[in-house]
């Protein structure tokens, strides 16, 4: 298990360093948000709900934590 | 005038508005308000009143207890303002560099050496040219926040305090309501017309033969305005007689003298009042060329000789 | 432990990577209309004019924030030769017109669906709007709209058009 | 009278612009950047906690693209909750946290404490304000007050867009102070539960405790659909970390012949410092008018808990603006080191133990739908009911005699209702 977990994370980092490395096909270019702009698109969308969900399993569960801030958007200024 | 005395306005239902009347500023108030409801308009009504009275109790140079008496009586020293006189300065001084120093805010002293009551008057040139050396914004230091005067000068917000308070109470009751509305200080005027509503104010013109570019005003005697706003310059009233001259009593401060052969009464229409009261009174500054200034400025206006 | 300490040190590893990330896309905006010209094919109607070129798109909440003010000033400014041309980069041209159809503003609206037009402005943010002085000449960008800045844009274009007013 | 000799200056577009500047500018309308947003939520366990909880949430958007954000949270909750003790075959009788009554459970059930009941009121403002054109700055305070328990924190936190805006870097702290007044005073770790009216062993009436929390992550957009974020967090809690109202049975050996039977009831104890970390990852894709949410992470602690947790959103776009989202979330965790289903009569005392279910080792299973629909212009309601379970080792391996018979992680079955409105305006 431990095993699988490692190789996820290892996965998921390089394909962060990927993203991150400027490759030119990834990303879009600010006129390019219309997708992204969207209500549903919105990472912290529904803020109220995962608030109340995250609540629940605070006081279920023996772990918490996890979600962070939001990006992406509109990409407006 | 049982509501005027305990509200200090008298609200009427004139057609589809409500029409607040009350007294401030040297003369009558009317402000219109698009609705239905009256106690929408009892709160807009007492809304302006007291936006209105703050404006004139600030600005009014009759008073010794606001900001241009302290300023006024500063004798020398600096001024630290606030806010909003500051942009009122700021203005001064920006529409002084564009009049290239035909509207001074500090050419009031020069009334004292002038009665306009009709009269045939002989000037004192020598008061008059002492009086010239007590005014002239470049004399003036500003620098955006405060302002040093040398002793017996004066500003006088007269020239733009009417204008500025008709923009405010029309743009803080909008905000407010978002209600298409009228303000009318004595015929300075500012009409908004909410988003989507098709209405638009009518606004009664005098001597109608001569109103120049109102286009498709096929109603005579009326300009129609959805959002703008109406400033006269001048007094028909307000004159005096020197060596058998008919002289209005806008002064220019670089002269000390009416300016002569200008019209009138100018009367400006376009965006706001602020606007609108500037360019009128620069067109009687120009005396003979009032009209071929306000032609040259595209605006729609109105001119009494 | 080691474990933990050594994926910790993997994260903070790709933070510190991302911080190095440069722009790579800016380039600079046309110093001339020709591009706007070119796709408007406009015989020369934008000559002796002071031309606001504004990027924007239905999906772009600043965008249509200041479609009201930009109506504004054409309506005011339109008699002294002030021309508004919207470049819309919707990709979903339908989302455009939808919203023109409620705000209905008296500009030229461009249609750049691809981009490319966009793509030649090397836009950063959106909205950006670009002004060109009466002789044509790019005279400043405005990236985003921010309400408390409209008086100071307004007065430079006042300024354009009174400096440069027709002789 | 026309003939002018000076030429006439064109001043107007200047006029225009100084009143505009002296008046303020013009007023701009509305368009959506506030917002209102409430949630509702009904709880219920089987036979155990029910519980309402709502929250209102203000979003405010300030001049110079400053943001305000104000959420009021308020709950209730009754009803009963393991208090750690094992089933036994004959009636026993606990005494409450307050010391000053007693309850009694059947042979053969789980103890269940049944004088559970709190309300919560918590709010939570945090500010926002762009620093330049790729930076935000974030500062939060919050408070939390039930009967017993009290917390307050602030917080702070900083983003910053690079690549075009396609990738966000962000880093938030957070500390939190709680302070904590058990009913009937503190119990003294791993004292024994007295019967009723005698004293209560106690450490005294209140204590705290302290958090720390760190989330630092990235955000990166992959293309025109889709988008992916990381995150890394942290937190180091230190002080009174024990449950108060949770007991450990301490049973007689197998030797015995009452094996497995309570002999007395011990406070539970835990560590007093928990250092916790998670890794999460998340992608979301939009697929033609739908979208898809897929999010894991993974999460462990010096308590000896591992937990990994999936979760998948499917939004599906129905005609007129309605939306249908079904969620699963699956989670699974691993017992602390020091969860003891019980303690043996006899041997060594270990320095912490808890019986708490929440830190066995169990799986947890959600399932919910969303049906969201507009109301009117920028108004949207969605109503979930959601269903979730715990299922544990009901006959864990270190099960012996009287034990062996009886169910020791009863399963835990949710029914959960939420509904929430938003308006922006």
């Not at chain 2, 009032?290 to 001119?303: C, S, T």
């Not at chain 3, 924030?65 to 021309?83: C, D, H, N, T």
Request: hydrophobic share 40%.
């Amino acid at each position: 298990m431990k095993r699988i977990i490692l190789l996820m994370i290892t996965a998921l980092i390089v394909a962060a360093s990927l993203a991150l490395g400027g490759c030119s096909h990834v990303g879009v270019k600010v006129w390019e948000h219309d997708i992204l702009a969207k209500p549903e698109m919105q990472l912290d969308a529904g803020a109220n709900d995962r608030a109340l969900d995250d609540h629940i399993y605070f006081s279920k569960e023996a772990s918490s934590g996890g979600r962070g801030f939001a990006g992406g958007g509109c990409g407006c200024n | 005038m049982d509501s005027e005395s305990q509200f200090g306005y008298v609200l009427n239902r004139r057609d589809d508005v409500w029409v607040a009347e009350y007294s401030a500023m040297a003369g009558p108030c009317e402000v219109h308000m698009a609705t239905d409801r009256q106690s929408e308009a009892d709160r807009l009504a007492s809304l302006a009143l007291s936006e209105t009275r703050r404006i004139e109790q600030k600005f009014s140079r009759y008073r010794d207890d606001n900001i241009v008496h302290q300023i006024n009586s500063s004798n020398g020293e600096p001024v630290a303002v606030d806010d909003e006189t500051a942009r009122l300065l700021e203005y001064a001084k920006q529409v002084h560099a564009l009049s290239e120093g035909q509207f001074d805010i500090t050419s009031g002293v020069l009334r004292r050496a002038w009665v306009f009551r009709g009269e045939v008057v002989v000037p004192d040139r020598e008061f008059i040219d002492e009086l010239l050396e007590r005014v002239g914004w470049e004399r003036v230091t500003w620098d955006g926040s405060s302002l040093t005067m040398a002793p017996g000068m004066e500003i006088d917000f007269g020239g733009i305090g009417k204008e500025y308070a008709v923009d405010k109470v029309a743009g803080m009751l909008f905000e407010q309501s978002g209600l298409s509305l009228m303000v009318n200080f004595g015929g300075d005027i500012r009409t908004i017309v909410a988003e989507g509503s098709a209405r638009s104010w009518l606004v009664g013109i005098e001597d109608p033969s001569v109103v120049k570019g109102l286009s498709g005003s096929s109603a005579v005697g009326h300009a129609e305005l959805t959002n703008g706003a109406i400033a006269t310059s001048g007094d028909t009233n307000r004159f005096c007689i020197v060596d058998g001259k008919r002289l209005g009593h806008i002064l220019n401060p670089k002269t000390g003298w009416p300016v002569a052969g200008a019209p009138r009464t100018v009367t400006v229409i376009t965006s706001t009042c602020v606007e609108a009261g500037f360019l009128a009174t620069m067109a009687v500054l120009s005396g003979a060329g009032a009209e071929a200034f306000l032609q040259a400025q595209g605006v729609k206006y109105h001119v009494i000789w | 432990m080691i474990v933990s300490t050594s994926r910790a040190a993997g994260l903070v590893l790709l933070l510190s990577l991302s911080l190095f990330v440069s722009p790579a896309f800016s380039s600079d905006p046309p110093e001339t209309l020709a591009d706007v010209d070119s796709v408007l094919a406009s015989n020369g109607e934008l000559d002796g004019k002071v031309v606001l070129v504004d990027f924007w798109a239905s999906w772009c909440v600043p965008c249509r924030i200041s479609f009201p003010w930009m109506k504004s000033l054409a309506e005011r400014y339109g008699e002294q030769g002030f021309v508004v041309v919207a470049v819309n980069v919707d990709k979903d041209h339908n989302s455009a017109v939808e919203f023109l159809k409620q705000s209905d503003p008296p500009f030229t609206i461009i249609y750049d669906s691809t981009g490319s037009l966009a793509e030649k402005y090397g836009l950063e943010a959106m909205p950006t709007s670009f002004v060109y002085g009466r002789d044509g000449k790019l005279r400043s960008q405005h990236q985003g709209f921010h309400g408390e800045d409209t008086s100071k844009f307004e007065t430079q274009i006042a300024e354009l058009l009174r400096k440069e007013a027709k002789k | 009278m026309r003939l002018q000799l000076r030429k006439v200056a064109f001043i107007k577009p200047a006029v225009a612009a100084l009143a505009a500047a002296l008046l303020g500018g013009q007023a701009l309308p509305a368009t959506g950047q506030d917002n209102v947003e409430t949630s509702l939520l009904l709880y219920s366990e089987k036979d155990r906690v029910e519980a309402a909880e709502g929250i209102v949430n203000v979003g405010k958007m300030l001049k110079g693209d400053r943001t305000l954000n104000l959420r009021l949270t308020y709950d209730a909750l009754s009803g009963a909750s393991p208090s750690g003790a094992t089933p036994s075959s004959r009636v026993q009788t606990f005494t409450s946290p307050s010391g000053r009554g007693s309850y009694t459970i059947n042979p053969g059930e789980t103890p269940l404490d049944n004088t559970f009941h709190d309300t919560r009121f918590a709010g939570d403002i945090t500010f926002g304000q762009p620093v330049g054109r790729m930076s935000a700055l974030s500062l939060g305070a919050h408070l939390s007050s039930e009967h017993d328990y009290f917390s307050a924190g602030f917080n702070a936190g900083m983003t910053r867009d690079f690549n075009q805006r396609n990738t966000t870097v962000g880093l938030s702290g957070s500390v939190s102070f709680d302070n904590i007044n058990p009913e009937g005073g503190v119990p003294t770790a791993l004292a024994v539960m007295p019967g009723v009216g005698a004293t209560l062993p106690r450490e005294g009436s209140s204590d705290s405790k302290s958090t720390f929390d760190l989330v630092a992550g990235v955000s990166q957009i992959l293309d025109r659909k889709t988008i992916v974020r990381f995150n890394y967090s942290f937190s180091h809690a230190s002080g009174y970390l024990t449950d108060p109202y949770k007991i450990v049975s301490v049973v007689e050996p197998e030797s015995s012949a009452d094996a497995g039977e309570p002999v007395r009831y011990l406070y539970e104890s835990r560590p007093d410092s928990r250092t916790k970390h998670a890794l999460y990852g998340q992608i979301r894709r939009y697929i033609a008018g739908s979208t898809i949410d897929l999010s894991y992470r993974h999460f462990w602690d010096d308590w000896g808990v591992t937990s990994n947790t999936i979760e998948l959103f499917y939004r599906q776009k129905l005609p007129g603006g309605h939306a249908l989202q079904p969620h699963v979330r699956w989670y699974h965790q691993s017992a602390a080191d020091f969860h003891r289903v019980y303690l043996l009569d006899g041997a060594p005392t270990p320095e912490h133990a808890s019986a708490d279910y929440r830190l066995a080792r169990f799986d947890g299973l959600t399932l919910g739908l969303t049906y969201s629909l507009p109301i009117g212009e920028n108004m949207h309601l969605n109503i979930t009911p959601e269903f979730y379970t715990q299922r544990g080792d009901s006959s864990p391996p270190e099960a012996f005699g009287v034990l062996r018979q009886y169910d020791l992680f009863p399963d835990m079955d949710v029914i959960m209702v939420r509904a929430g409105f938003s308006y922006g305006f």
